[in-house]
Structures are given as structure tokens and as C-alpha cells.
């Protein structure tokens, strides 16, 4: 199988093409990001070199709508999400698009990705401390 060249041209070419073709989740998605968070929501954005669903850049946070382009099981993803929260310090989660559609659903949504906000602000506050404590242990010596 021949690998394509990523190019800045050809991801925006497949960022414009998504932008005017949203699914039915990513429409509902987001409304609901929109709604809860009351910030602001970039839809496909490209961080290369990927492109991901949503973007909240207040939050640094990045949530991604597993549906028939995103396999829940690919090995790939894991790889992908660390890459991401290690370039760009977001976190990403991860929504079936099954869950976005179905009613009731919206609640678990909401929690699922508060989590994985809290997971990353508890992991930079660790960050933080281990810098200072780097820090003045530098200092001392």
C-alpha cells in the first residue's frame, strides 16, 4: 500500500469537505458542547498532523466522535490521542456516535467529558508541582 503525503493543502482540502458534510452526531454534538459549555466550539480543526472533531480551545480539550470514520477498537487511536496530548498538552475524549444520538444519553456525555478534564487538570497540577519542586531543588545546589 503506497502512504499519501500529508500535506498543509490536502488537510485542508479534507477539513472543508467534513465542514460541509457534517454527520448527524457532530451536528448534535455540537449543540450540546455549545449549550453546556457556553465557550467556544471549532469544529474540524487541524492539528497536524490530524484532524479532529471538535476543539474547545478554553478547555484545551479535544473530543472526537467514534463513528464510522473513527473504529472504537483501531489501535491507532490510542497512539493518536497521546501524540495529541503531548504536542499540543489537550486531552482528548472519546463519544460513540451511537451515544450522542440516543436520548437520555446527554448527562453521560456531559460526565464523560468533565472527567476527562479533570484528569488533565489534576495531571497538570502534578506537572506543575514536580516543575517547582525541579525548581528549587536547582536552587538549593
Known amino acids: ?9 490536502l488537510l485542508k482540502q479534507r477539513k472543508k469537505r467534513m465542514l460541509q458534510n457534517p454527520t448527524i452526531a457532530q451536528s448534535l454534538m455540537h449543540d450540546l458542547l455549545f449549550r453546556h459549555f457556553k465557550t467556544h466550539v471549532r469544529r474540524q480543526v487541524i ?8 476543539l474547545l480551545p478554553d478547555k484545551c480539550l479535544v473530543v472526537e466522535i467514534e ?7 483501531n489501535p491507532i487511536n490510542p497512539k493518536r490521542d497521546r501524540r495529541l ?9 472519546r463519544i460513540s ?14 460526565q464523560t467529558i468533565k472527567k476527562g478534564r ?8 502534578e506537572r506543575e508541582k514536580a516543575e517547582r519542586l525541579k525548581r528549587l531543588y536547582a536552587r538549593t545546589f
Open 67 to 73: 463513528g464510522k470514520t473513527h473504529d472504537e477498537n
Open 47 to 54: 492539528l497536524r498532523p490530524y484532524i479532529v472533531d471538535f
Open 118 to 125: 479533570q484528569r488533565e487538570e489534576q495531571a497538570k497540577a
Open 85 to 93: 496530548e503531548a504536542r499540543y498538552r489537550i486531552k482528548v475524549v
Open 1 to 9: 500500500m503506497e502512504r499519501v503525503k500529508i500535506t498543509t493543502k
Open 97 to 110: 456516535a451511537d451515544d450522542v444520538g440516543r436520548i437520555g444519553k446527554t448527562a453521560q456525555i456531559i
